[in-house]
């Protein structure tokens, strides 16, 4: 599970750890999500992408372990109108679906993940989209900078292929990018990217 004391001291800190501009692969790809959605983000963090898409007229939920994190997200342009809930993501149960969900660079222990995954495929209706991000293992590999130390943390694109049904996938793809978003992410990162679209009879 989250580590929310860990990541509410951290986002205490002046300033933004991730930056105040969304992740570029969420702001490459939003026009995916039809214009006007609900979207909800799973581990919101300081709130950079749902300020983004709220920004851009979604409606926005962000959901993440810390209260500390989501407080920042009123600060960004759009933040104001972002609905924010403190939840625990692998245990949290929403109770209704939205058009769209994301994810970036939310990473967990491996019996941890498989909640996750859950959690992205049933918080979209039939129909919706998910959009994630994370690091894989190579990040760790390289020795680059970035990512939490265990590389045991970060997931494959087999387990993304295997967590998430192949009709619905409309990409899956490892990738090796250049990240400028905040302290947090900075050089060059070793990413599998999913876009995912639940299937109707689902």
């Known amino acids: 599970m989250p580590d929310a004391d860990f990541w509410n001291a951290r986002y205490a800190a002046p300033g933004w750890v991730y930056g105040e501009a ?3 692969f969420v702001a490459a790809h939003a026009d995916r999500i039809e214009a006007g959605a609900a979207v909800v983000e799973v581990g919101a963090g300081e709130g950079r992408n749902a300020a983004f898409l709220s920004h851009r007229g979604y409606t926005v939920t962000a959901v993440d372990a810390s209260a500390e994190g989501l407080a920042k997200i009123a600060r960004l342009p759009g933040g104001d109108a972002v609905e924010t809930v403190v939840a625990d ?11 769209a969900s994301v994810t970036t660079f939310l990473h967990l222990a491996p019996a941890d993940r498989p909640a996750l995954y859950r959690c992205l495929q049933q918080s979209v209706r039939p129909g919706g989209l998910v959009l994630a991000e994370w690091y894989r293992p190579e990040q760790r590999a390289r020795g680059w900078h970035g990512g939490p130390p265990d590389a045991a943390w970060m997931p494959t694109r087999a387990e993304l292929a295997d967590a998430f049904p192949e009709t619905g996938v409309a990409m899956l793809e490892e990738a090796d990018v250049d990240l400028d978003e905040g302290p947090g992410h900075q050089g060059p990162g070793a990413v599998v990217r999913l876009i995912w679209k639940r299937p109707e009879a689902s």
């Open 89 to 99: 993501v692998t245990t949290w149960a929403p109770g209704r679906v939205w058009d």
């Open 22 to 24: 969304p992740n570029a």
